[in-house]
């Protein structure tokens, strides 16, 4: 059984800061891209960050130079810092895991995170 849980998000005003966290936890072999994603209201489910086993890191063009995604591998979390937040940076923010069991192979979603900013 494998369980991710998301921490991190809430209220904040415009250009203000959140960081998000996202740890998995189980009989987990191996972990391989993390990432995150938002659904914002009315729109569809986006990648905004990812990050390899190796540490390369992939951003939406939406947020490339506000948002860093970062990962550690000793404690199976993925973070995802959020500067200079925006209104349209409001979404739920889920993050996915790819990682090995010792029964299957594929993506993990966790339950997903308010971020709401305010002007």
């Known amino acids: 059984q494998v369980q991710l849980v998301e921490s991190g998000g809430g209220l904040v005003q415009a250009g203000g800061s959140l960081r998000l966290s996202c740890a998995a936890s189980?009989?987990?072999?191996?972990?391989?891209?993390m990432g995150w994603y938002r659904q914002g209201p009315g729109k569809e489910r986006e990648l905004v960050a990812a990050?390899?086993?190796?540490?390369?890191?992939n951003y939406a063009d939406s947020v490339r130079g506000r948002f860093t995604i970062s990962r550690d591998n000793a404690k199976n979390t993925v973070y995802l810092q959020m500067n200079s937040l925006k209104l349209e940076d409001t979404a739920v923010y889920l993050c996915?895991?790819?990682?090995?069991?010792?029964?299957?192979?594929?993506?993990?979603w966790g339950q997903g995170t308010q971020v709401t900013v305010s002007s």
């Open positions: 996915n895991v790819r990682l090995v069991t010792a029964t299957y192979g594929g993506d993990y």
């Open positions: 189980g009989r987990i072999f191996a972990i391989n891209a």
């Open positions: 990050i390899t086993s190796g540490g390369r890191t």
